[in-house]
């Protein structure tokens, strides 16, 4: 086991339903089902998800949504707000961008991060996590769930374990105290048909395949038996696969309420300008497209991009277009839900070549850097720029 990752698994809890039940507090406590329309026990279809409220009636995903309503005929049953839920997925990718760049996305909900070079930032794995679940409920008003362990599918089997609103850590010398007692279902890649033979060779939880005869697993496995074999004793060489090289960075916001005031419509594009230009810093990027993206009140969506001769990442660069985009954009009376900067069309090139050769570049780069690890260290909050 490679001690020294520590990956997160975060899964959102009862994800549609709880979206649902922030949309609309009558709904808050009661068991809630989103799916098909039940249609008074005749429905046809499935349920995606439901609340906690309703799991003790036996409801859950993929059910037919008849039987659903034959278990629990007395809970709210909602169809499925796509676009609610993915704005709200959004946002959580976006809070988990900025606490590290190895993020996989498996789901709508749900990610893997490799927080090894970050978590220091926030104290401790824990406290880093900490973080990240309380900026998701400030921001979003939603509850994840997160595991942590130095392998993936031991966080992941911790974040589960955890659920609802939980936060379970298993340090690398609790692996194997933690995986051993679990039913040998919970291993990666154990279906019902691997699991009914793993029952008939007696072994019923991990810790029954940690101690089977690896030659014999072999032997009635091939390379599968070899893989959960490692798993049981907590090896998963798997990593976390981070979402291609990056071809753009970005950050967007929604609105509170849907916003008016072109003054503070620049105000948040030049924190977002801010966070893009320190992540390309952090990691010597420039990119030469500005994209402004711009959600109105209607949910229709504009970009509009300039393209540098030259590449940038400083902010001046990239708050001077966005604002000069969005001036040319913004009419008096628009209603803006949503904006967004993103900087793109990169080279591969490293940026050092330039700063050596130009000085000033290289002296407002040096302030920079300065003002990033003081903000790394006190917060956002520490400096304030006029727009
Ligand atoms: P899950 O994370 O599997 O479930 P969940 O978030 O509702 O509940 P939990 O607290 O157990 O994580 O899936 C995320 C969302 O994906 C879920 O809210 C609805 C949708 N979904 C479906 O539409 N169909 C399905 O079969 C599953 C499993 C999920
Ligand atoms: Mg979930």
Redesign the pocket.
Same mark, same amino acid.
């Given at each position: 086991m490679d001690k020294t990752r520590v990956i997160f698994h975060l !899964?959102?809890?009862? +994800? +549609? @339903?709880a979206v649902e039940q922030r949309d609309n507090p009558a709904l808050k406590g009661k068991p809630v089902v989103i799916g098909a329309d039940p249609k008074g026990g005749k429905g046809r279809g499935v349920v $995606?998800?439901c609340s906690y409220e309703a799991r003790p009636y036996g409801v859950h995903? @993929?059910q037919p949504i008849s039987l659903a309503y034959k278990k629990c005929p007395h809970a709210v049953f909602l169809p499925v707000n796509f676009s609610k839920y993915h704005e709200a997925s959004d946002k959580v990718f976006s809070i988990l961008n900025e606490f590290t760049d190895a993020i996989e996305p498996i $789901?709508? !909900?749900?990610a893997f991060l490799d927080m090894t070079e970050s978590y220091h930032f926030y104290g401790s794995p824990f406290a880093a996590a900490q973080r990240i679940k309380e900026r998701i409920y400030s921001e979003i008003s939603l509850n994840a769930s997160i595991g942590i362990a130095p392998v993936k599918f031991v966080a992941k089997i911790a974040s589960d374990s955890s659920?609802?609103n939980g936060l379970l850590e298993i340090k690398s010398e609790k692996v194997l105290e933690f995986l051993h007692p679990l039913p040998i279902s919970r291993l990666w890649g154990v279906g019902k048909k691997t699991q009914a033979m793993l029952n008939q060779l007696g072994m019923m939880t991990i810790g029954d395949v940690a101690g089977y005869d690896q030659r014999q697993l072999l032997d009635l496995f091939g390379e599968h038996g070899m893989h959960l074999y490692a798993l049981s004793q907590g090896i998963d060489p798997r990593g976390v696969e981070n979402d291609r090289e990056a071809k753009s960075v970005s950050h967007e916001n929604t609105f509170e309420v849907d916003e008016t005031d072109p003054e503070k419509i620049r105000q948040m594009l030049l924190q977002l300008s801010e966070l893009v230009s320190r992540r390309l810093r952090k990691h010597q990027m420039q990119g030469r497209t500005v994209s402004l993206k711009i959600r109105t009140s209607g949910f229709q969506t504009f970009t509009r991009t300039h393209t540098f001769e030259n590449r940038v990442n400083l902010i001046d660069d990239i708050y001077g277009c966005t604002k000069e985009l969005f001036n040319t954009f913004f009419k008096k009376g628009m209603r803006i839900r949503l904006v967004g900067v993103r900087l793109s069309n990169f080279d591969s090139e490293y940026i050092q070549e330039n700063l050596f050769i130009d000085p000033v570049n290289a002296k407002r780069e040096k302030v920079h850097q300065a003002l990033d690890r003081i903000k790394d260290k006190f917060g956002e909050q520490a400096i304030h720029r006029g727009i």
């Open positions: !899964d959102m809890d009862a +994800f +549609f @339903a $995606s998800t995903s @993929a $789901s709508i !909900d749900e659920k609802p």
